[in-house]
Structures are given as structure tokens and as C-alpha cells.
């Protein structure tokens, strides 16, 4: 082919890939859509069986434990929003909480006052109480159908025959191996030099699973396996007791509930800040013509910049554990009072971040995770993130039990005013004290428009989440995009400090960013390879479940 016909034939391939409407996995009944195939399978199976939306909840997320040690364990905690049927709603919340022994100044050196390195992070000290086993017996309890014994079956044959590794898995492996072996011992088996294709079988966990198939919740929270982790956490240096274990309950939240155009969004309340600050950007960006302004262009980028600025400014002030500080829901999701942030804005130059403190309100008083959304062939739909915070935790495995231990301590404010992981700077509200839970930005989200289920979406990320489940919302309503061609576009994030927006490379023009400069904005688009791994259901006008799997990771859909 000479040059000229090589040339048109790029082109031409390109244009054809532009035009081509990108539809994801359809389904007429029920879907899954979770971070592996396997899980999404597991979870499907459960519904084809009669199981619903919340039987296929509970095996899911002990399938992440089994398939997704890097975000999914027994050692993890977690939140789900959930719409039934009937139109009801609700909230979970399974969040970690500090131990008893845990007190504010807990990762500060006592000479300096300085945060002690890595201490919130990796190994025993990082780990906070792990809520996921009372979690999904808590929504079983209510809702599920099924028996336990036969949602676990699946998954303990799952972790007999063992997972086999994908390219991505293996790069995270190495990634971390150095870690594993630091926090661990050289033995440790995850720490080996696995190859793509390799079966990593889960013998440990699978035998957990099993006497948590027999004996129920409280053989984690009160048994023996309570007991091995108890000592086992001791035995690596951490403060865990069998009090803080026996004394761990999931809560039942009222979810955060708003409305933006035609559509009412259902997500997650504190402690997640996920709804609020979700709730704070939209309302925020409502007034505007967003949809006029074309997607990801510099117009579209600057507003909906200045709503994160500001919703995040207002989410490191006010928010942390709703049991603990009393945060001004009402006010901060007051038109007033948004209409007041937004006055600063102007699409002339960026507002910096140092003028933009928290909103002024008198307070009377006081990065890796999963998602997986599901919607069942009753109509009941959920929206479940879950998290052991980074890859893999705090890298810590008890090797007799089979999974991670969180490092979710790191999300409380070690010291008000420093940066945890993400980067996010908290404040007092966020602090620690004994059975607190840390702020999470968790964000499942459940959206109706005109009172019918339209969308299951949600996201890891740390504080990136609640703007990319933004993003992905704005994508499908602003910009009349399918499921999953919203989840595949490129990301962008800003969260107040660093005042930097951070871009998916390769997403936004050299032009676009050299535009956003010279107004004053600071980008950041080679340190995030990947923002957001989304799992979105969408409701089709037909009633079609379009399945959204984030193809950043090995994310799958699966329904019937
Ligand atoms: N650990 C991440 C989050 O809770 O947002």
C-alpha cells in the first residue's frame, strides 16, 4: 500500500471507530458488572437460581476476597445504597472503625509531633475493624432469599480450584511484591513471581469460608476465626482485641437523596462523604447549560473544577463519622448556600484553591477499592463499593485465615491539616478516637428518572470516585451517551488540594490543557494512568439492561 492509501485507510478506521456507537452487555433480566469475570458469574448464577439483588450481593463480595485480593477481602468494610422494587431505598454502612485502644495522636511521633511514615499505611497498626462479613449477613438478614450455605458454596469451590491470573493481576503482583515481603516474610506465597495464566488456588480462605458457612456472622466477629485474627494481629504488632470484634455492627444509614434535572439520585451518607460532595458538585453545575458546552472541553472542564474545588473543600471541613460530629447536611445541600460557593466562579480564570477555604457554617455542636452493581430480575437493584483502602490493604495477609488486612486507619486525619494517601487534607471532624469510623469517598449510587430505575453505577478510586461516578452520570444524561461508552471516557479530578486537575493521559488534548493553562488551571496528565475502574448498569427506555464494565481493569458484565 503506497503512503497516500495507508493514510486514508487510518483515517478512515479511525473515523469508523469515532462513529461507532459503543454498546456494552445487554440483558433483559438481571445483571452483574464487577471488577473480574468470575465474580460477575458467581453473582449471576445466584439470580438465575431465584436468588435477588441482595443473595447475589453476599456472593459477590466474598467472591472479590477469592478472585480480587487487591481490593476484595474479608478484611475490608464497605457501603451500599439500594432501591427495591417498590421504589424504596436505603443505605448499609459496614465501614471499618478504629479499635478501642486507637487514639487521635496514635501515628504522630511523640518527640516531633510529625506523622510517623507509613505507620497509617502498611502493617498491623494501619488496620481497622473490618465490617464486610456483618455487612452482607446484615442485608441477607433483610432481604436476602436465598440460604447462606448455598450462596457459599459457589465461592468456596471458587477458591479450591483457584483463580487464574490476568495480565493486569500479574503487573499488580509484582508491583506490590516488595511490599508483601517487607509486611510479610519472603515465604509468603502471594509475594512469588506468578505468571499471566498461573491458578492461584485460596485453600486458607476457603477453609474460613467454611466454618463461616456453618457456624454463621459471629464465628468471624466471636469464633474461632476471630480468635486466629486476634492473635495474629497481636503476634504482627497491632492493637485488634476480641472486644473490638465482638463489638462490630453494620448500621442501616438514610441514603444522601437529591435531584438534578429529571433525576433523582440515591447515594451513600456519611460516613462516606460520597453523597454529600456528589450532591454539592451537581447542584453546583444544575444551573449551567453543561451540555451546551460539549463534552470534556475547556468550558465543560472549568465548571465542573470549580464544583469539585468547592464540594471538596467543604467535604475535608465538615465531614467524618455522623455518630461522632454533626455535620450541616441540610445547609450544605442548600440552593442558598451552593448558589453562594458558586459566586466566586467565573469562566474568565481559575478561582485558586487558597481562596476557596470551607463554606462558612457554624457547627452548633460538634485509593484502592471495588464496586459492583447489581440489579435482579424482581427489580431490585444495589450498589455496593468495597474497600481494604490501598492495593491490597495494608499488604498485611493472615496467611491462616487467607485474605488482607484493610489499612483503612490511613483515611481518618492522622493530623488535621496533612495529606493522607489520596492526598486529601481532613481536619478535626476526621480525626480519630476509639470505634469511630474513618471518612471514606465511597460513592454508590443509584439514580431513577421519573421515578423509574435508570442507573446502578459506582467506582473505586479513593478520593477520585465521587467525580468519576459525576463524570459518568454527566456523560450518560448530559451527553446522551450508552453505558458503556460512558464509562470508557477518559477522566479528569480535582479535589481542592492539591489545586491541580489531574487527567487520564491520552484523554485530553495537548490544545485543551495548554487553554486550561492559561486560565490559570495547574494539570496534571502523566502521574494517573487510570482514574476510576466504573461498573454502571443503565436502564434502556425498553427496559434492556446495558451493562457498563470499565475496561481500565478486567472488569466484566454478566447478566441474563
Ligand atoms: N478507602 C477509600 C475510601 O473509603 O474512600
Redesign the pocket.
Known sequence: MNRFLLYCFISCTILACKQQKVTGVLATNAMVVSAREEVSEIGTQVLQKGGNAFDAMFAVELTLAVAYPYAGSLGG?GFMVYRLEDGSIGALDY?EKAPLAAHKNMYLDSLTGNVIPDKSTLGAMAVGIPGNIAGIFAAHEKYGKLPIEELITPVIALAKKGIVVTDKQQKRLEKYRDAFVKVNDSNFFLAKAWTTNDTIKRLQLAKTLERIQKNGRDEFYKGKTAQILVDFMQRSGGIMTLEDLAKYEAKWRTPITFSYDDLQIISMSPP???GICLAEIMKAIEPYDLDTYGHNTVKSIQLITEAERRAYADRNYFLGDPDFVTIPTETLLSDAYIKERMQSFSFKKATPSTEVAHGNIEIIES???THYSIVDQFGNAVSV?T????AYGSKLYCEELGFFL?N?M??FSSKPGEPNM?GLVGAEANSIAPEKR?????TPTIVEKKGKLYMVVGT?G??T?ITSVLQTILNVHEYDMGMQEAVNQPRFHHQWLPDTIKMEPDGFSEALQAELTSLGYTIDATNSPVIGKVEGILILPDGTLEGGADPRGDDKAVGF
Open positions: 468494610g465501614r462516606s462523604s460520597g485509593n484502592e477499592t463499593t474497600t481494604i483502602n490501598g484493610n483503612e490511613d483515611d489520596f474513618m471518612l471514606s469517598s465511597m473505586p479513593g478520593s470516585i
